[in-house]
């Protein structure tokens, strides 16, 4: 029976959650294979972004995860930016019982956030949530909660403030979320904040990535100067000369940020130009 389409194609998983059931024994009746979770409606929802929608109930959603995984990833990973949504939308209200609410909503985002990233090798909450672009708010929970975090790999041998410097998000945002970072480090030099696995260091990932304003860089290269006058071994170049690199669709705030990094990169190794 859980496997007989209606008229509209759908089964009936779909069609309960659909019709906004949160009965969670229902639901468990109902979710009996990896299909039934990945049955999608024509603007591809599946059985996971809907229990997502209204009166979210997180028995479900630990259902669905566990029958698929994958749900979690479909439609562009679409199901983690609504949790992150419902987390920040919750943090702004203010009125009796909301506390609970932050707090379910949170549960939920962690159980997706898992399960979004659950094939890694090496798995970290703030890894993940970094790649998929998680709000501030997201980013400043997980540090308060886990700050070990920090100087941990993921699967491809990078630590955390390498994926900040990567994330497509604005200035502002990017800076914001690589100095908490920094600060959850408590401003020490360790191994995971100056390099990475293939002995690149930070401050060359910032240059070549930009994006990133000149208070920021001047917070890296205190924890690193020596790092102004190393040579990447991606460019064989100094990172003065990597953040002079040809950005592409750059705003007119971003050329200005691109420029200050240059000049940021420029005054903590003028010698590197006396050569020149």
């Not at 983690?80 to 987390?87: A, E, I, K, M, V």
């Not at 070549?208 to 991606?234: K, Y």
């Not at 705030?253 to 010698?271: K, N, R």
Request: contains cysteine; glycine residues 4%; proline residues 5%.
């Amino acid at each position: 029976v859980t496997r007989i389409r209606d008229e509209n194609g759908r089964l009936p998983l779909r069609c309960a959650l659909a019709d906004k059931i949160r009965d969670s024994k229902l639901v468990e009746l109902l979710c009996t294979s990896e299909e039934a979770v990945l049955d999608s409606d024509r603007i591809e929802r599946n059985a996971l972004h809907l229990s997502l929608e209204r009166n979210v109930n997180p028995c479900i959603v630990e259902m669905l995860l566990q029958m698929a995984p994958c749900s979690a990833r479909a439609f562009g990973g679409s199901a983690l930016q609504r949790c992150y949504n419902r987390f920040v939308q919750a943090g702004l209200k203010d009125y009796p019982g909301m506390e609970a609410e932050i707090e379910k909503s949170w549960t939920v985002l962690i159980m997706v956030l898992r399960a979004h990233e659950h094939d890694s090798s090496v798995y970290s909450k703030l890894h993940a949530a970094l790649a998929s672009n998680a709000p501030v708010q997201v980013i400043a929970r997980i540090l308060d909660e886990s700050p070990e975090e920090i100087r941990l790999m993921n699967a491809q041998g990078r630590y955390p403030l390498e994926v900040a410097c990567e994330m497509h998000a604005d200035f502002e945002t990017k800076d914001e979320i690589i100095s908490l970072i920094l600060e959850a480090n408590r401003g020490e030099a360790a191994p995971a904040l100056i390099t990475n696995e293939r002995e690149r260091n930070i401050v060359s990932i910032v240059a070549e990535h930009g994006g990133i304003s000149a208070p920021v860089i001047q917070q890296l290269i205190r924890l690193n100067p020596f790092a102004v006058t190393r040579l990447d071994p991606r460019h064989k170049l100094y990172p003065f000369m990597i953040a002079a690199l040809p950005k592409q669709n750059q705003s007119k705030v971003d050329e200005c940020i691109h420029v200050g990094a240059i000049f940021e990169l420029l005054l903590a190794s003028p010698d590197l130009i006396k050569p020149l």
